[in-house]
């Protein structure tokens, strides 16, 4: 009897204490919940819609502007531009940038006053251009008075503030009395570029006076420029200095595309001489120098796609290499005429125009007359433009003429006979291509007046300008590049 009291309250007790117990949990996440939403109306923690909207996160060195995120949210995120150097010429400041820039027509050239961070001036970029396949050229107007030349880049209708970092991480700028500003791959060797040498015109010099350093990061950094490598220089000449590539850069040369050149001039006792990247001895005794100073420089290796291009398909005959400035107009004549006396490929260095050539060179390009337009913002340097075009052309063309858009080749002897010319410079030419020992054509240059007129003809320039001086003055090269051995600007040692 009892046991079945006993099981009947048992029966009983379970399902209460069950209740219970759900009954008891309910009311404590109750509590805690109202507790919660106590604490979230405080005036600490306030609620509003904004606060459950989707939020972009960046990090804190890159804050954006309100209107950076109007245009991330659109798909153009715009985030600052990082300038990596400047070069102050006497008409415009040079803005070499590695990031890419789709809307330059947006873009701001921003300056500090030299001693109020606080107080600039924004002004319109002047153009921009593809460089070296890993930077842009961005021109800018050179700085009003008494602000610094160490300009910064903003997106039109974007706050200063939100620049501020990218402005004070690089504030070199340099100057273009005394720069190293080209590299160029040459098979083993580096062929590299430099203002302000002062070597002596048409003269080798003693190459035993320079070294070429190489590294990864800027000389600018002078707290930490990373890994360095010194080589001797071969040849060395006007404004072209040659050393040899360190081995590792020999091995992989395709590794090597951006790393950092500049010369070191008169090199005295300081630092581990390297001879092909490895130390050397003299005289039983290792060679070491105290700290050497480098040239400042902007020059970064670069070896162009179009070195290869042709390597494994004919090179063509004949090409052209020209450099100019402004002279949009002149160029379909002289392409087209050139073309007709059977050159294959043109080379156009444009030095800073503005007047639509890029349209024109396109346009040329489309109707199949091969010509490429190089971006040569070194200004007063047409015989070391040469030279680099020399070193360009070299995997491409069998031969290549040296000559402005204002100079045109003629044959006067077949002209009074009455003989077709099409395609005879190119005849001309491959009649040495396979000769041991001709490497250079040269013609008489012969020099036209105004013949009358107070401007360009419009019948252009072959028919329009008709009156010349009787002697030359000069003379026009067409070369093998194949055949050059030393690069002395618009000298050149050919071998024979």
């Known amino acids: 009897m009892e046991s079945e009291q006993r099981l009947k309250r048992k029966r009983t007790y379970r399902p209460y204490s069950r209740a219970q117990f759900l009954s008891l949990r309910s009311f404590i996440l109750c509590l805690s919940l109202f507790s919660f939403l106590i604490f979230l109306s405080s005036e600490r923690f306030p609620i509003r819609t904004v606060y459950f909207h989707p939020v972009l996160t960046v990090p804190s060195i890159s804050i954006l502007s309100k209107t950076s995120f109007q245009d991330s949210f659109h798909g153009k995120l715009r985030l600052p531009l990082r300038v990596d150097n400047r070069v102050l010429f006497p008409d415009h400041l040079l803005l070499l940038v590695s990031d890419k820039i789709h809307e330059d027509d947006k873009l701001d050239c921003v300056y500090h006053k030299v001693l109020n961070d606080k107080d600039v001036v924004r002004q319109r970029v002047l153009s921009v251009d593809e460089f070296d396949g890993f930077r842009l050229v961005v021109r800018c107007p050179i700085p009003p008075w008494n602000y610094t030349a160490a300009a910064g880049l903003m997106w039109r209708g974007d706050e200063v503030d939100d620049y501020s970092w990218s402005f004070r991480s690089n504030q070199s700028v340099h100057s273009w009395d005394r720069l190293v500003y080209e ?88 630092a581990v001489r390297f001879r092909n990247s490895r130390s050397y001895e003299h005289g039983g005794n290792q060679r070491r120098h105290k700290e050497n100073v480098a040239m400042p420089s902007v020059a970064k290796l670069y070896n162009p796609t179009s070195y290869q291009t042709k390597r494994n398909q004919g090179k063509f005959e004949l090409c052209a290499c020209t450099m100019l400035w402004n002279q949009a107009p002149a160029l379909r004549e002289w392409i087209m005429y050139h073309a007709w006396l059977g050159v294959e490929r043109w080379f156009i260095y444009d030095n800073n125009s503005d007047d639509g050539i890029q349209e024109v060179v396109e346009e040329l390009d489309f109707q199949d007359y091969n010509v490429s337009r190089h971006t040569w913002p070194w200004i007063k340097t047409q015989e070391a433009g040469f030279s680099h075009c020399a070193l360009r052309a070299r995997n491409e063309c069998k031969w290549v003429g040296f000559f402005d858009v204002d100079e045109f080749y003629y044959f006067p002897h077949h002209h009074r006979r009455g003989l077709q010319g099409q395609n005879l410079l190119r005849s001309l030419v491959a009649n040495y291509s396979s000769s041991p020992t001709v490497a250079e054509i040269r013609t008489a240059c012969h020099s036209f007046g105004p013949s009358g007129l107070s401007s360009p003809p419009l019948q252009g320039v072959t028919v329009g300008y008709t009156c010349r001086l009787q002697s030359p003055e000069r003379h026009k090269s067409i070369v093998r590049p194949d055949f050059l051995t030393k690069l002395f600007s618009m000298w050149c040692t050919i071998s024979s």
């Open 183 to 270: 590299a160029a791959f040459d098979g083993k060797t580096a062929v590299v570029f430099a203002k302000g040498l002062n070597l002596r015109p048409h003269k080798e010099s003693d190459p035993t006076r320079f070294m070429c350093q190489f590294g990864l990061k800027s000389w600018d950094d002078k707290a930490d420029r990373g890994f360095v490598v010194m080589t001797e220089a071969i040849v060395a000449a006007q404004e072209v200095v040659r050393c040899s590539l360190p081995r590792s850069i020999r091995n992989n040369p395709d590794s090597a595309q951006g790393i950092r050149v500049t010369i070191v001039h008169d090199p005295m006792p300081s």
